[in-house]
């Protein structure tokens, strides 16, 4: 593994030039120091949670409890027909009493409230700490808990995730490791993201997981404290570990770029299990034509290779307006009614 790449004093205008345009992840040291969030959690637990209670309304949030383990990681279960976690909603009141109860375990259970958005569950923290980088538009989540791992997984949004209290180490790898992760299915996870079955990538047992040797010489690291954010580029893979043993706070933005008028920008994790069902039943032979097919129609087929084209006879190779994109995708509604 590699240490991961680090910048200081980033700004907006070199975020949106020299950062998100190169599709690497990068640790912006100290980006939200200044946050009244990261002054609370360097004060301490208590001190902290009194501050996010001075916000909250008392919805319930999406919560997860989970026993101690070598791993201390959410995950699936052994047999991988289930997970090793319970999951309920409760208020932050609720949760955070017992992140103060826990506080006193040498080996707690592990416990989360994960991705509430923060405009939500706790109006107005979010004006009080907005990230530097991005418009009011691009909504915050809070990820709330004391020390646990969520294993390797992507999500198709950029993302900036800043930690806020405690301490976090994160693995990236990229895309292309996907065949050595051993991931689970795209359609039953721990999280709504696609998901490796292998609970630390950094402990894992080699003699079960052979590949993972190749794919973590491909693997950058890095460890953030209170201020610190990273930017994580769609589609890699990324570990995250909350490793301060009570109390870790992240605020990360998801965001796609703007999609046409009128048009969406949802279709790239439907498309991909669209795919699995449309050519798993074929002969090998056949998927290999097919895997080339979509190298050149999906990947490949822009500037020079449709010179031969006349650019107003392009039709799905050119530019797509809201009309056309609409009936492209009634006619594949259309053809998967039975």
């Known amino acids: 593994m590699k240490p991961m790449l680090e910048r200081d004093g980033v700004t907006r205008e070199i975020f949106e030039r020299e950062i998100a345009p190169v599709y690497q992840p990068v640790v912006m040291r100290g980006l939200v120091k ?4 990261v002054a609370q959690g360097r004060a301490g ?4 949670l009194h501050y996010l209670m001075s916000f909250d309304k008392g919805a319930a949030v999406d919560a997860v409890l989970a026993k101690p383990g070598p791993s201390r990681a959410f995950t699936y279960g052994p047999a991988l027909d289930g997970f090793n976690f319970i999951h ?3 208020p932050y009141a609720a949760l ?3 992140l103060w109860r826990y506080s006193h375990f040498a080996e707690p259970p592990l416990l989360a409230a994960q991705s509430a958005l923060v405009q939500d569950a706790m109006p ?3 004006q009080a700490n907005a990230c ?3 418009s009011g538009d ?3 989540r809070i990820w709330i808990g004391n020390r646990a791992t969520v294993p390797a997984h992507f999500d198709d949004s950029h993302n900036i995730a800043c930690v806020a209290a405690g301490q976090r180490r994160f693995t990236l790898l990229p895309p292309q490791c996907a065949s050595l992760l051993y991931l689970g299915p795209p359609d039953y ?3 709504p993201a696609p998901m490796s079955v292998v609970p630390d990538l950094l402990r894992a047992d080699p003699q079960r997981f052979p590949l993972l040797a190749e794919a973590l010489e491909h693997a950058v690291v890095a460890e953030l404290g209170p201020g610190d954010a990273l930017y994580i580029p769609p589609l890699w893979f990324h570990q995250v570990e909350a490793l301060a043993p009570h109390l870790n706070i992240l605020m990360n933005y998801w965001w796609r770029p703007e999609p046409a008028p009128q048009r969406q920008d949802d279709l790239h994790i439907a498309a991909m299990r669209l795919a699995m069902l449309a050519f798993r039943h074929l002969p090998d032979p056949e998927r290999e034509g097919w895997r080339a097919l979509l190298g050149h129609y999906v990947f490949g087929a822009r500037d020079e290779a449709l010179a031969h084209i006349p650019e107003g006879q392009r039709h799905m190779l050119g530019d797509v307006d809201a009309a056309f994109d609409a009936a492209i995708r009634q006619d594949i509604v259309d053809r998967m009614k039975p």
């Open 34 to 37: 200044h946050w009244p969030l």
């Open 45 to 48: 637990l208590q001190s902290c």
């Open 88 to 90: 309920d909603k409760r």
């Open 96 to 98: 955070f009493e017992q």
């Open 124 to 126: 107005g923290l979010e």
């Open 132 to 134: 530097p980088l991005l």
């Open 138 to 140: 691009v909504l915050p």
């Open 189 to 191: 996870a721990p999280t």
